[in-house]
């Protein structure tokens, strides 16, 4: 049984250009199956965030993060405000192509970057690239892959039927990794 620690490196989010961060990731789920976990808030909360349901281009939709739904451990001091409500966004989805492309900004203060999720059927499965761009300099790189690795390693498990464990081990420690390799 695979877990969140194993094939790390597989599934290591990679800086693709000086502001672009991207993760390749297979999936043993159809297109549909992935992409329903991607717009759908009920579904997407259970691995990343609730919030509004995604229904096409144009839309502004909230995100609402509360990692108690799937985090099996205590939250770290830092990231206590999300268990008092969670932490909530508005994103601009820019482009809505069911079930294989899929994106936003995502605000972080005054600056925004953007996610583009693209859905890849393979043989037995099906390949997620996300591409997360315009970030502002290595720390918020760092911040974003050791989060998007993190919550993948939840949907992973949710999609294969395993429980996931260790969500704060692993992103904690992801975190480490990336701000080295990234040299924030």
Known sequence: MMNAFDNVVDRAVKRVAPDTAR????????????????????????????????????????????????????????????DEGGISFEVEVTTFEPPHRLAFTWPEGEHISEVTIDLVPQDRGVRL????????????????????????????????????????TNALRL????SRAFGA
């Open 129 to 168: 690239v996300l591409t997360h761009s315009r970030l502002r300099d290595a720390a918020q790189m760092a911040n974003v892959a050791s989060g998007w690795h993190a919550h993948l390693d939840v949907l992973d498990d949710l999609l294969a039927g395993r429980s996931s464990r260790g969500f704060w």
């Open 23 to 82: 993760v390749e990731r297979h999936f043993d789920a159809t297109a549909e199956r992935l992409w329903d976990y991607l717009v759908e808030a009920d579904k997407r909360r259970l691995w990343f965030s609730g919030g509004d349901t995604i229904s096409g281009a144009g839309d502004r939709t909230k995100l609402v993060f509360d990692h108690s739904v799937f985090a099996d451990e205590p939250t770290p001091e830092r990231f206590s405000q999300m």
């Open 175 to 178: 975190e480490q990794d990336y």
